[in-house]
């Protein structure tokens, strides 16, 4: 089943991301480092919630920017932040056991009204706009965290503050 791979990878980078995590100071979540850039908050939240495009993607046929149906999260401390992440892991993951080849396979749009940004295979969309997605954020909240001297959990063996 072309679901499994993805499985094992999203509990793979989940459980780095929740390393991630754990270490935000949801008490400063409204610093950022540069006037362009979100808040560590919202960063951290992102990252947290990015999981739920999976699931997602594989419940509905698009996603339409000019008509969210999603809620804003806004967890408060790093506890909840963390179950936030951990709540959409699960929904992906139990998502992607239900998904047959043919649904991974099924087209999916994401538009903004009239204009199409682009439309692909589920599979692709998982692979791009979800884990891709997540790894990118992932990465610059370790240099938020980098930023505000917090030490870096390594990913994909130690960091220099595991040395």
Do not use: C
Not at 29 to 43: V, Y
Not at 68 to 80: G, I, S
Not at 125 to 148: A, C, D, E, K, Y
């Amino acid at each position: 089943m072309r679901s499994e791979s993805i499985i094992k990878e999203l509990e793979h980078e989940a459980a780095q991301t929740r390393k991630m995590l754990q270490r935000v100071p949801m008490d400063q979540k409204d610093w950022k480092p540069h006037e362009k850039s979100m808040t560590l908050g919202r960063l951290a939240t992102h990252v947290a919630e990015l999981p739920r495009w999976i699931t997602m993607t594989l419940n509905s046929e698009e996603l339409d920017l000019l008509k969210p149906n999603w809620k804003t999260n806004k967890p408060t401390t790093t506890d909840e932040l963390v179950a936030l992440h951990d709540d959409s892991t699960r929904e992906a993951v139990e998502a992607l056991r239900n998904a047959t080849d043919e649904t991974m396979m099924n087209k999916w749009s994401l538009r903004r009204g009239d204009a199409v940004f682009f439309t692909m295979p589920r599979l692709s969309v998982i692979r791009t706009m979800s884990m891709n997605h997540i790894l990118h954020h992932r990465g610059q909240l370790s240099v938020f965290l980098r930023l505000l001297n917090i030490p870096v959990p390594g990913m994909y063996g130690p960091s220099a503050d595991d040395v």
